[in-house]
């Protein structure tokens, strides 16, 4: 099977519920774990970045799935790329929302404001990165 990563942000669509949140984050887990599609999606500052990895059929599908998916707008692939192993294998799709306590993340971003938009690819991966080394020990979500 030939592994790729997709890494994209977006934006929260305007008058969408908070809660909405909760329903992404179970739809991931239920879905991602059927397909073999592990990663991660950080949430902050009405803005997303999403780290998918899986093979390229899959990633592929579930990334049209987003892109036709109301609560997400302005869409921005940041990374797509083949992989020889996975980087978030341990978590179907790990949700963390940032807040003001989450110093180390924000240094990879412009002053201090979550705007993953602006993170060029590798940015975006050193960020997950980091993300991953801080939570690394988390039991896996399903």
Do not use: C
Not at 20 to 33: F, M
């Amino acid at each position: 099977m030939q592994l790729v990563r997709l890494i994209y942000s977006s934006k929260l669509s305007p008058n969408t519920a908070p809660q909405e949140l909760a329903r992404i984050h179970h739809a991931a887990l239920s879905n991602n774990a059927k397909v073999g599609v592990t990663g991660t999606l950080v949430f902050g500052n009405d803005q997303f970045i999403q780290y998918i990895e899986g093979s390229r059929v899959e990633v592929n599908h579930l990334f049209n799935l987003i892109q036709s998916d109301k609560r997400h707008q302005e869409l921005l692939i940041l990374d797509f790329t083949e992989i020889t192993e996975r980087e978030f294998e341990i978590w179907n799709m790990k949700l963390v929302l940032l807040t003001e306590e989450s110093p180390k993340l924000f240094r990879f971003t412009e002053k201090g404001s979550f705007e993953p938009s602006k993170m060029s690819a590798a940015t975006a991966l050193a960020f997950l990165r980091q993300f991953k080394s801080n939570h690394g020990s988390d039991r896996v979500e399903k």
